[in-house]
């Protein structure tokens, strides 16, 4: 079956502006996850949606939000873009929230902030 | 924090095991040890988990020690498409709370 999708793949913006990326994950998965990847940080942990409820937050600003459809899929926004947003976003889903259940990643959204 | 402790390179020639060691010494009893790897600007790929068994599957296999607090993930003849940076993950669970803590990682390098 097809892999977690996230949309779109490259995306440029410029300090100040707004961003939404969206996340579709493997058909059956109710459980999504995001991630921010940056060569300094390494990958980080940013929220959880199950079941179109936020689970579990990382330490990230209040600029960083997210949501979840009951179809599953899912968008995070980032407001007030700041250069150090540049990142690789990566979503992940598995089938349930909660045991430990695997993770599957998508293949990021790559933001630029100018 | 990452709970585990992996060497940052290795190098392995083509054909050979991979042998990535990880060390993982405040394991709890209820927490599993996962590996993922990821290459170059792609998402994370899920190789193994296992909790205190030793695992085996069509991509690698999970060596665990008696007393959980270390663990060597075998890449059986290596290619070179297994370049990638590969992580062990003790997966931090409490219920509800679950999520990937990554560390730095090792990355893998397989030479010709």
């Known amino acids: 079956k097809a892999g977690v999708t996230q949309t779109p793949r490259y995306l440029i913006k410029t300090r100040g502006q707004q961003v939404t990326l969206s996340c579709s994950p493997i058909?059956?998965?109710?459980?999504v996850s995001w991630y921010q990847q940056t060569p300094g940080q390494g990958l980080q942990f940013l929220f959880e949606?199950?079941?179109?409820?936020?689970?579990n937050k990382g330490n990230f600003p209040g600029r960083f939000s997210g949501r979840q459809f009951s179809n599953s899929r899912s968008e995070m926004n980032v407001s007030t873009l700041e250069l150090g947003d540049s990142a690789l976003y990566l979503c992940?889903?598995?089938?349930?929230?909660?045991?430990?259940?695997?993770?599957?990643f998508g293949p990021g959204t790559r933001l630029t902030v100018l | 924090d990452a709970k585990t402790t992996q060497p940052p390179s290795m190098d392995c020639a083509e054909g050979r095991a991979a042998n990535l060691p990880c060390n993982h010494s405040t394991i709890s009893g209820n927490e599993y040890v996962y590996w993922y790897r990821q290459i170059h600007s792609q998402g994370p790929q899920y190789i193994i988990h296992?909790?205190?068994n030793n695992e085996t599957n069509e991509m690698a296999s999970l060596i665990i020690t008696e007393d959980r607090k270390s663990s060597t993930l075998i890449l059986p003849h290596a290619t070179l498409r297994d370049t990638a940076v590969y992580y062990c993950i003790v997966l931090i669970s409490n219920f509800g709370n679950e999520k990937l803590t990554f560390g730095t990682g090792t990355r893998l390098t397989i030479i010709p």
């Open positions: 949606y199950f079941s179109e409820t936020q689970r």
């Open positions: 992940a889903s598995s089938m349930t929230s909660g045991g430990t259940d695997t993770q599957y």
């Open positions: 058909s059956g998965h109710r459980s």
């Open positions: 296992g909790l205190k």
